[in-house]
């Protein structure tokens, strides 16, 4: 089974396919996944930090350098923080997985099911990406303080539908992803269903949860 295969098998099939990811787990395949899914992240980051302007009014030319520095940290930032989330999260994942009972290997078996189970976020990504593209909204927050009191500067955009449903879509990738994670993680560390839902679970506690009641509270 060649790697389009594997990604559709994955998408279509989880269960079967996870089991044959983890029998033959190759890095470099988890790292082509990663790369693209960071790849996309980065874009998303881009297009958000553009929808973003940053005014300083006593100091000439400054608003447009913080502008770009904010662009490159959000790039920068986006394409790192994706690969260390991959170690970080698939690393926890295994630590709880081995706690109760599991009998996989972090390297290489557990960093590319993780890396599989990753596949609905660069799908979603996408999408996230072109609704932020589409929308119509640019917010200017001004430095010098002037604005203080007025508000949240961000809720013309946050609250603007196609943040919205761009924050949504990501939401429901990250649903999906558990899901895929539940059976890369029952096949990789030979765990029963019951036992695998628990590390899976954990993970979607520490994910999930924060940017759900982010979502609302904002």
Do not use: C
Request: hydrophobic letters at 55%; proline letters at 6%; a neutral charge.
């Amino acid at each position: 089974m060649d790697l389009v295969d594997k990604i559709t098998g994955v998408l279509t099939n989880p269960k079967s396919t996870m089991k044959e990811v983890a029998e033959r787990p190759m890095i470099e395949e988890g790292l082509l996944i990663v790369g693209l899914n960071a790849a996309i992240a980065a874009l998303s980051a881009y297009i958000t930090f553009t929808k973003v302007i940053y005014k300083f009014p006593d100091v000439p030319g400054s608003s447009q350098d913080i502008q770009t520095i904010a662009i490159l940290a959000g790039i920068v930032g986006s394409l790192i923080g994706v690969f260390i989330m991959w170690v970080v999260f698939a690393g926890i994942l295994h630590i709880i997985s081995l706690a109760i009972g599991g009998e996989g290997r972090f390297y290489p078996g557990m960093l590319v099911i993780y890396a599989y189970s990753m596949l609905p976020m660069p799908i979603g990504g996408i999408i996230e990406a072109i609704l932020l593209y589409l929308t119509p909204v640019v917010v200017t927050i001004d430095m010098s303080g002037a604005g203080t009191g007025t508000g949240n500067p961000m809720a013309g955009l946050i609250d603007h539908p196609y943040y919205q449903a761009a924050t949504a879509i990501g939401l429901i990738a990250s649903v999906l992803s558990l899901f895929l994670m539940f059976h890369g993680v029952q096949s990789v560390q030979k765990l029963s269903a019951k036992r695998a839902v628990i590390p899976v679970g954990i993970l979607a506690v520490i994910t999930i949860v924060p940017s759900v009641i982010g979502w609302f509270m904002f």
